[in-house]
Antibody
C-alpha cells in the first residue's frame, strides 16, 4: 500500500523558513517523480513543485520560485521542501504527491498533508 | 501557463441522477487531463487520467471524455458518497501543471 506521510508544518512568522518532509513507503521510491501541491484554507489546489526520479528535472510554480527548494533522498525514501522567506499567502495545507512515472505531473497518490501557517 | 476553467462552480443533483461537469483549457492539452475527487477533510483522489481512463478501483459510473481543450466528467447515477468537490488538472505542459478551480457537487 502506498503511503505518503508529511511532517514539518507549523506556525511560522513571515520571512522565516520551514522544511517539510515526506516519508514514502509501499512502492519503489526512486522509480517515480514526486510533487508538492498546496491548498489554502477553503481554496483549490495549487501545484508548488515537482522533481523527477533522479532529481534531473525540477520545476517550481512562479509564486515560489527563488524561495522554495525541492529535493529528494532516494536512499531514505524521502521528499523535502525547503521554504524560505515565507509569506502570509504561503499559508496552506501542503500535500506530498506521487506520479505514476519517472517524470511528469500526473498524480496518482496523495498524502494527508501538513499545515503551514505563516503569521506574526 | 495553461488556465483551466471548470463549470459550473456548484452543481446541485439528486441522488440517482446524472451529473455532468465541464473543464476547458486555454490551449490544447491533448488528452493529458486528469480528474480528482476531494471530500471534506480528505486528500484528493485520482478518478480519471488520459481524459478517459478510470484509475484503479474507480467505479464504472465515473466516465471522462474530451480532448484538446474541452473535457467532461460524467457521473451516471450519483451515489451519496459522490457528493464532493471535483478538480480537473492538465499535465501536458509543465511546469506548471495546472488545476481548475473545482466544481462542488451537492445534494439537491
Amino acid at each position: 500500500e502506498v503511503q505518503l506521510v508529511e511532517s514539518g508544518g507549523g506556525l511560522v512568522q513571515p520571512g522565516r523558513s520551514l522544511r517539510l518532509s515526506c516519508a514514502a513507503s509501499g512502492f519503489t521510491f526512486d522509480d517515480y517523480a514526486m510533487h508538492w501541491v498546496r491548498q489554502a484554507p477553503g481554496k483549490g489546489l495549487e501545484w508548488v513543485s515537482g522533481i523527477s526520479w533522479n532529481s534531473g528535472s525540477i520545476g517550481y510554480a512562479d509564486s515560489v520560485k527563488g524561495r522554495f527548494t525541492i529535493s529528494r533522498d532516494n536512499a531514505k525514501n524521502s521528499l523535502y521542501l525547503q521554504m524560505n522567506s515565507l509569506r502570509a499567502e504561503d499559508t496552506a495545507l501542503y500535500y506530498c504527491a506521487k506520479s505514476p512515472g519517472i517524470v511528469g505531473a500526473l498524480i496518482d497518490y496523495w498524502g494527508q498533508g501538513t499545515l503551514v501557517t505563516v503569521s506574526s | 501557463e495553461i488556465v483551466m476553467t471548470q463549470s459550473p462552480a456548484t452543481l446541485s443533483v439528486s441522488p440517482g441522477e446524472r451529473a455532468t461537469l465541464s473543464c476547458r483549457a486555454s490551449q490544447s492539452v491533448s488528452s493529458n487531463l486528469a480528474w480528482y475527487q476531494q471530500k471534506p477533510g480528505q486528500a484528493p483522489r485520482l478518478l480519471i487520467y488520459g481524459a478517459s481512463t478510470r484509475a484503479t478501483g474507480i467505479p464504472a459510473r465515473f466516465s471522462g471524455s474530451g480532448s484538446g481543450t474541452e473535457f467532461t466528467l460524467t457521473i451516471s447515477s450519483l451515489q451519496s458518497e459522490d457528493f464532493a468537490v471535483y478538480y480537473c488538472q492538465q499535465y501536458n505542459n509543465w511546469p506548471p501543471p495546472t488545476f481548475g478551480q473545482g466544481t462542488k457537487v451537492e445534494i439537491k
